[in-house]
């Protein structure tokens, strides 16, 4: 019996019936702990049979694996009164299905939504699943783009009893010996009872394209019994009529689609992702270089390019239009922007617009260098500025003809006509800068400061703001001014996460005004909106620049946007004209990998899989390794364990907050970590060998973060933040009364501490020359320091024997100096070993014998995921 308005599936209040089918019903609900719209999908009480039961089981298992822009995302699952159900996202829209009820889509439009099922698709085959279920009823169509659904029918790729082709006739929900799946949409391999694999999904993709294309569908027939034989041995009637030109798109469209609807399966296209990389090629999407072509694949023609260099120029031509008028448009534009060729964007960065709209900045890598690139909008390439290596976080001067930078300690500028990078000033830890129409540049330095202006043209920094002790604040960072070029947004970081907000500050006071209470960059675009990310999602408020005030409430743009929780950055932009850029599919540092090299830079073998990971740390036994992980979903970080020897991971801790930075005990036995569970961050203990609960080591109201253990068991490291003395290194005994106490609490940073094998030396990393270098103390008395690095340096890891000092310089370059330890400490100049694509928020460790290096590296540009591009945003908003 349907439930009602108002029933209770327990913490979820029935609002409405929504829809029914096979399967049970949905219902829209609402969540009484979270206060949000969900979908709730209830298994049918007249199908509850062990075989409905476990499609039930398999859909949320399907889900709760897969996280992106373009999936119906799970929240929870549950029984009521011995029925089961699915929380998810709730959508609102239309159908694919229902959208064709009127025929076929505009060819653009068509496009549009079959590169975002393309995506989608794309992400389903990473995770190693089959939908099996593709078909325009289980595509939604939202606000905010497409979402594939119904995953009930989905499969491993390579579950041996499906790739056995046995499983496919079984019991289903309306009787015995039918076929699973909607008919009209499955693959040969499918019905002949073959192997299947993730390509009947691209048969099922091609046969939905060319419904959208035509309004008709590829395989229809009186009964079962003719469709099944179209398939099997018919070709659907052309796409496009006798009179199109053979190089057009629907020409090219139509390629692409037979290409997909081949009945062998090794003729078909054979991956999501190419068909991806086809589809935003031909929309004038790709990143193309001068002369360079399209990757090659089966089918490509010399035809094929000339269409779609012809669709780029006239894409490319109104985008030109759109870019000058932005008020004059009305239709949304959606497009995405590949990496130079051979580079990977740097997810840790931001993409930065210009303020007139016509150009993006970004970071990228390749070849072994981090350089910043430009690309015109109006173009199809990007080309590099000279003198930007290293470079992170561009901004724009208001003109649109400079932008500033931070690379290797220093705030800098270079001019987009030529000439060389000019350094401003010093800028150690540089997060976010913003620059007036007034000629003042305001930045955050560094951790534990609040922000400075400096004019410019360069000159001594000062400082504009303070930290707020009473709100636990420890940096504030990503400034954007306002119009007025007096007030400026900027975000204060507290070390209880709760605290943290979006403010809005003043060039000639210290006042300031708390916007939003979120932990994320800000940026204001007219005619009057505040952006920020709240769960992966950009939101837009309204917001009166000159009154300083927010009207309404916010409303989403975009999801899955890159977010970085330690620093509370989004990786969005947003011009003066209406056009808002971001990454998304995790290329804030998502896409690096655990990765062995010798002391050459020679890459020697991968651990695990792709990730992103911050702190790895091998067991003094050299046998397993540590190391916090992301969580796509969640956003936050767990340790994990690998087994060097198999590769194979297992998490070790499950708090719903940040938990990272371990450090391993000298047997081998525990690990420390910090985590934020109680508010700040905080030492804990785990047995990794025990499901014992984490042990709470010291309670404070400063965030703490392990650094080392002395080998004898005797001292544990650790690093605090004070808002009066920044970073502060600390020793907290393990034995007798355990009373902590600071070792060095200065006005500068001093922090990644590690003891050497005999316990007697200290390296660290301090900023007391306005610059990151390695010094060596004696411990546990502090006596004369040594300065190991000579041209900046961080991160600092003895070799097991001791004689050698690795560390990162701030070129990237990872670093060896000898070591001679008597009376006093005696090193070698340091040397060079080989650039890393290390980003300098991350660590890095070294095996027993000292001759391998485990590093977490960027991967290949040919994963990184793509920029997104809207323009005249603000069209879309209903209002």
């Not at 500033?404 to 540089?430: I, M, N, R």
């Not at 204060?492 to 709760?498: I, K």
């Amino acid at each position: 019996m349907p439930h009602a308005a108002g029933d209770r599936l327990g913490p979820y209040q029935i609002a409405s019936l929504v829809g029914a089918g096979g399967m049970g019903e949905v219902y829209r609900a609402r969540d009484t702990r979270l206060e949000r719209t969900v979908a709730i999908k209830v298994l049918s009480a007249e199908i509850d049979t062990p075989a409905a039961r476990e499609q039930f089981d398999r859909e949320a298992r399907a889900i709760s694996s897969l996280n992106g822009p373009n999936i119906c995302a799970l929240y929870d699952v549950g029984v009521h009164n011995g029925r089961s159900y699915l929380v998810m996202e709730y959508l609102e829209g239309e159908t694919l299905a229902q959208r064709l009820g009127g025929g076929g889509l505009p060819l653009g439009k068509a496009i549009e939504y079959a590169i975002q099922i393309a995506e989608a698709l794309d992400q389903v085959h990473r995770e190693g699943l089959v939908h099996r279920d593709l078909k325009p009823s289980n595509i939604m169509l939202t606000r905010s783009g497409v979402k594939l659904l119904d995953f009930g029918l989905a499969r491993i790729a390579q579950d041996p009893e499906w790739l056995s082709g046995g499983s496919e006739k079984t019991h289903t929900l309306t009787g015995v010996g039918q076929l699973m799946g909607t008919c009209q949409y499955l693959a040969p391999e499918l019905l002949a009872g073959t192997k299947p694999d993730t390509r009947c999904d691209i048969f099922a993709f091609g046969a939905v394209l060319y419904e959208m294309l035509t309004g008709h569908r590829a395989f229809e027939g009186k009964t079962q019994a003719v469709t099944i034989s179209k398939i099997l041995e018919h070709d659907p009637p052309p796409i496009a009529p006798a009179t199109e030109p053979p190089g057009s798109r629907l020409r090219v469209l139509e390629h692409l689609v037979r290409t997909c609807l081949e009945k062998n399966p090794e003729e078909r296209r054979q991956t999501a992702h190419d068909i991806l990389l086809d589809l935003r090629w031909l929309a004038g999407l790709d990143a193309m270089a001068e002369g360079s072509g399209h990757p090659s694949s089966k089918g490509t023609s010399r035809g094929w390019l000339i269409a779609c260099v012809v669709l780029l120029a006239a894409i490319v031509a109104l985008s030109a239009v759109l870019f000058r008028r932005p008020n004059s448009g009305v239709q949304v534009m959606k497009a995405s922007v590949l990496p130079p060729e051979k580079a990977a964007f740097v997810g840790s960065s931001v993409p930065a617009l210009s303020p007139d709209g016509h150009r993006v900045a970004f970071a990228a890598t390749g070849e072994g260098k981090t350089l910043l690139w430009v690309r015109d909008l109006d173009a199809l390439g990007a080309r590099p500025l000279a003198g930007t290596e290293n470079a992170a976080y561009p901004f724009w001067s208001p003109d649109s003809s400079e932008i500033a930078f931070f690379a290797t300690g220093k705030l800098k500028k270079v001019k987009l006509s030529g000439g060389p990078a000019l350094v401003l000033c010093d800028a150690l830890q540089g997060r976010g800068g913003t620059w007036s129409r007034n000629g003042v540049i305001l930045f955050a330095r560094t951790t534990g400061e609040g922000l400075y202006r400096v004019p410019s043209q360069g000159g001594t920094p000062a400082l504009v703001t303070t930290l707020d002790a009473a709100a636990d604040e420890v940096s504030h960072r990503w400034p954007w001014f306002l119009p007025d070029g007096r007030h400026f947004l900027f975000t204060g970081r507290s070390s209880d996460p709760a605290k943290s907000a979006i403010y809005v500050g003043d060039l000639e006071s210290q006042e300031r005004r708390r916007i939003q209470s979120v932990g994320s960059n800000a940026v204001y675009t007219p005619p009057g909106f505040l952006l920020f990310v709240r769960e992966r999602t950009l939101m837009a408020q309204a917001f009166d620049s000159g009154r300083i005030r927010t009207g309404g409430e916010p409303f989403p743009l975009a999801e899955g946007v890159d977010f970085i929780p330690g620093n509370m950055q989004a990786g969005f932009s947003a011009s003066e004209n209406g056009i808002i850029a971001y990454y998304s599919g995790g290329g804030s540092g998502s896409n690096s990998q655990l990765t062995w090299f010798d002391r050459s830079g020679k890459k020697l073998s991968t651990l695990g899989e792709p990730g992103n990971f911050l702190q790895p740390v091998i067991s003094p036994d050299g046998q397993t390794l540590a190391v916090d992980r992301l969580d796509p979903q969640s956003g936050t970080y767990d340790v994990w364990e690998y087994d060097l020897a198999r590769g194979s991971p297992s998490r070790l801790t499950f708090g719903a907050r940040q938990d990272g930075y371990p450090v391993w005990s000298p047997d081998g036995t525990s690990l420390v970590f910090s985590s934020n569970r109680a508010g700040h961050y905080q030492l804990y203990r785990k047995l990794v060998a025990t499901s014992a609960k984490e042990e709470l080591l010291l309670e404070s109201q400063r965030d703490q973060f392990p650094s080392d253990w002395s080998r004898d068991g005797r001292f544990l490291i650790y690093y605090q933040i004070d808002p009066a003395t920044k970073y502060d290194i600390w020793v907290l005994p393990m034995t007798g009364d355990r009373q902590p106490f600071p070792l060095m609490s200065s006005p500068f940073n001093e922090h990644r501490a590690r003891l050497s094998p005999d316990g007697r030396w200290l390296a660290y990393t301090s900023d007391e020359t306005s610059w990151d270098e390695i010094y060596i103390q004696s411990f546990p008395s502090l006596g004369k320091k040594w300065r190991v690095s000579t041209n900046g340096g961080t991160r600092p890891v003895w070799s097991r024997d001791g004689k050698e000092l690795f560390f990162m310089g701030t070129d990237r370059k990872l670093r060896v100096a000898a070591v001679k330890a008597g009376a006093k400490i005696e090193t070698g100049t340091p040397v060079a070993l080989f650039e890393t694509r290390l980003a300098l928020t991350r660590f890095f460790d070294v095996s027993p014998d000292g001759r391998r290096f485990l590093l977490i590296d960027q991967l290949p540009e040919a994963i990184t995921p793509p920029m997104n591009l809207v323009t005249n945003w603000a069209a879309g908003v209903k209002r």
